[in-house]
């Protein structure tokens, strides 16, 4: 119904303002929610995350970084993060889809996938979607193009909209 309502763009220029963005998101996540990250390497989805666990309240002891080599990193915390990044997956085995799917389905913490466009998205119903665009303009410039994927998701976007427009 809110089909045109559903998006949001948002502009920054500096990875501390990404952090900053990503501290407000994870403050409204609530348990079981996953967030899709997608956009090239470089785009800022790593920082994005670093606020997305600082606003989940997730302690700086459990240093957000790119989990590349691990696919996965589980950050404790008051709502915990499961922080994925699928760059270096290039078969989606059964297996994969077995463990990933876990993460999915868990309703005590919330996803934070980079890279999602990649084998994840299809296995999605309903998410928050946040493209990421490097402007050419200036170099610390990203644009964010967040979009509510699910009616359960519209409550969310509002939620960033209302913020963002109190800005
Ligand atoms: N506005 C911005 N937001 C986020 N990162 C920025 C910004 N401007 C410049 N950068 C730089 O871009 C890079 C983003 O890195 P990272 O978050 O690891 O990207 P990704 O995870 O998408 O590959 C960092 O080197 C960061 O310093
Ligand atoms: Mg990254």
Request: hydrophobic share 35%; charged share 20%.
């Amino acid at each position: 119904m809110t089909q045109n309502n559903s998006k949001l763009t948002i502009q920054t220029t500096s990875p501390e303002e990404t952090v900053q963005l990503g501290n407000y998101i994870g403050n409204y996540l609530e348990p079981g929610q996953i967030v899709a990250l997608i956009g090239d390497l470089g785009s800022g989805k790593t920082w994005l995350s670093r606020g997305i666990g600082a606003g989940l309240g997730i302690s700086q002891n459990h240093h957000v970084h790119s989990p590349a080599f691990d696919l996965v990193h589980e950050h404790p915390g008051p709502i915990p993060m499961f922080h994925m990044d699928i760059y270096r997956l290039n078969d989606f085995s059964r297996d994969d889809e077995l463990w990933i799917s876990e993460y999915l389905q868990s309703e005590n913490g919330v996803c934070v996938i980079e890279w999602a466009n990649k084998f994840i998205i299809d296995l999605l119903d309903e998410y928050l979607e946040i493209h990421l665009n490097t402007l050419e303009i200036n170099e610390t410039y990203r644009q964010f193009t967040i979009r509510a994927v699910g009616d359960s998701y519209n409550k969310l976007l509002n939620n960033i909209k209302k913020m963002h427009n109190s800005f």
